[in-house]
Nanobody, 120 residues
Framework: QVQLVESGGGLVQAGGSLRLSCAAS????????MGWYRQAPGKQRELVAD???????NYADSVKGRFTISRDNAKNTVFLQMNSLKPEDTAVYFC??????????????WGQGTQVTVSS
C-alpha cells in the first residue's frame, strides 16, 4: 500500500507565500506522474500543476507565474511553491500520483489534503 502525505498548508495573508510538500511512501517501484489539485467549497476539484519524472511541468492558467512545481525523484516527493497568493487560492490542496509497482501495475493515489487559506 502507498501513502501520500501532504504538509505545508496554513493561513497566510494575500501576497504571501507557502510551500506544500507531498511525500509518497510504500512499496514503490517508480512514480512518473505527480500533481497538485485543489478544491474550494462548492466547487469541483481542479488541476493546479503537475510534473513528470523527467521534469516536464504543466500549470493551470490561474497560477502561471505564481506557483512552481518541483520534485525529488529519489525521495518520491513533490513540492508546490506558491507565491503572490490571492484569496481565490483558498482551497484544500490534494497531492496525486501514479505509482508503479515492481509488477508493472500502476495505481493512482490521492493524499488526504491540506488546507490553504489566504486572507484579504
Amino acid at each position: 500500500q502507498v501513502q501520500l502525505v501532504e504538509s505545508g498548508g496554513g493561513l497566510v495573508q494575500a501576497g504571501g507565500s507557502l510551500r506544500l510538500s507531498c511525500a509518497a511512501s510504500g512499496s514503490i517501484f517508480s512514480i512518473n506522474y505527480m500533481g497538485w489539485y485543489r478544491q474550494a467549497p462548492g466547487k469541483q476539484r481542479e488541476l493546479v500543476a503537475d510534473i513528470t519524472s523527467g521534469g516536464s511541468a504543466n500549470y493551470a492558467d490561474s497560477v502561471k507565474g505564481r506557483f512552481t512545481i518541483s520534485r525529488d525523484n529519489a525521495k518520491n516527493t513533490v513540492f508546490l511553491q506558491m507565491n503572490s497568493l490571492k484569496p481565490e487560492d483558498t482551497a484544500v490542496y490534494f497531492c496525486n500520483a501514479d505509482v508503479t509497482y515492481r509488477s508493472s501495475v500502476t495505481i493512482n493515489y490521492w493524499g488526504q489534503g491540506t488546507q490553504v487559506t489566504v486572507s484579504s
